[in-house]
């Protein structure tokens, strides 16, 4: 069993940035393929960065260049890094955990104002 516990979240203007993290209990999160996910009202939940468990990098089209995901297995939690945010970004962002099952986190709002 994995807990998540997403934070960071907030307003921002555009073009600022933000870090999210993302801290689990119950597991190392080293072993699992991890991601951050994220939801505007109205809207499906899309991903928008992933690592392996080997350290392999994905990004949406829509942050690439902007955002950096990156694993700090030392406080056994994953970062999101946000750079030149646009009112676009603004949703919940949701941490996943994906092994044999998905686990989530609660999320975090990120709100970008123009």
């Known amino acids: 069993q994995v807990q998540l516990v997403e934070s960071g979240g907030g307003l921002v203007q555009a073009g600022g940035s933000l870090t999210l993290s993302c801290a689990a209990s119950?597991?190392?999160?080293?072993?699992?393929?991890m991601g951050w996910y994220r939801q505007a009202p109205g809207k499906q939940r899309d991903l928008v960065a992933a690592v392996s468990s080997g350290g392999s990098t994905a990004y949406a089209d829509s942050v690439k260049g902007r955002f950096t995901i990156s694993r700090d297995n030392a406080k056994n939690r994953i970062i999101l890094q946000m750079n030149s945010l646009k009112p676009e970004d603004t949703a919940v962002y949701y941490c996943?955990?994906?092994?044999?099952?998905?686990?989530w986190g609660q999320g975090t709002q990120v709100f970008v104002s123009s």
């Open positions: 119950g597991s190392r999160l080293s072993r699992y393929y």
């Open positions: 996943l955990a994906r092994a044999d099952i998905n686990y």
